[in-house]
């Protein structure tokens, strides 16, 4: 494989996707690529909108018969990058569910590249690793105003009694496509959350494009207990995932 130099590779001003595949479909692709295409707009970058056909012809030829895999596009001026990567993640893990610390590293909401999932991740990254080896599952950022914003791969939702509750993206996060699959589905209230309040929720839950929904067990020495609306958020968002492979026209 061989990749150009451009401003995506030199400066960052890229972009990527990573996509769930479901019995080699593609889970949630029209909200992937409208998320995809909107970015190259809002950022003015000179790169070519991704066409639904390109990710159907990397599909058929590149077919397998694995129930989960993972499908991550990155697009740059000079390059168009399809590559297919093993899933992961396992029934332990929402078993065991996740546990969260706070990054001392702070989310900028007045910068554009915070909205959009560009080439520019290595604040993600390297929080990642760290909260790894601290034995966490997930950091989670705050802003310059200190209010909750997002997990390095994950958006975060919280529930205080029968009220569930995310981050207004104003705070400066990215519209996860599971997020707004939620917010869709459900009650949801966007709001501004800060640490206590997020101390005091009743429970927490993380979503994203591949886990789909994922339990919190902990943040940090803070303990919850109670995980029943994420398990039943989830159980519906895995009966979606079914039927939508169903009616799938790849």
Do not use: W
Request: aromatic share 12%.
């Amino acid at each position: 494989m061989l990749i150009e130099l451009d401003e995506g590779y030199s400066f960052g001003l890229g972009l990527f996707e990573t996509i769930l595949l479901y019995k080699g479909k593609p889970v949630f692709l029209d909200e992937h690529l409208a998320r995809i295409n909107k970015s190259i707009e809002n950022l003015a970058l000179n790169i070519d909108k991704l066409e639904k056909n390109e990710v159907f012809q990397y599909l058929n030829n590149n077919k397998n018969t694995l129930e989960y895999e993972v499908l991550k596009i990155v697009l740059s001026e000079k390059n168009r990058l399809f590559l297919k990567r093993e899933y992961t993640y396992t029934e332990k893990d929402y078993q065991r569910a996740f546990n969260l610390n706070i990054s001392e590293v702070r989310r900028n909401e007045s910068s554009i590249f915070t909205f959009h999932k560009t080439l520019n991740y290595g604040d993600n990254i390297l929080e990642k690793r760290k909260s790894k080896k601290m034995g966490y599952d997930e950091p989670i950022f705050l802003n310059s105003k200190n209010q909750i914003t997002e997990g390095a791969t994950s958006n975060i939702f919280v529930v205080v009694g029968d009220k569930i509750y995310t981050p207004k993206l104003s705070c400066g996060l990215l519209n996860g496509i599971v997020r707004q699959y939620i917010i869709s589905n459900y009650d949801v209230i966007e709001s501004e959350i800060d640490l206590e309040f997020l101390n005091n929720a009743d429970e927490i839950f993380l979503t994203n494009s591949l886990f789909g929904i994922i339990p919190v067990n902990n943040l940090e020495k803070k303990v919850f207990k109670s995980k029943e609306i994420s398990k039943e958020i989830f159980s519906h968002y895995k009966k979606y995932i079914k039927i939508s492979e169903l009616h799938s026209k790849f």
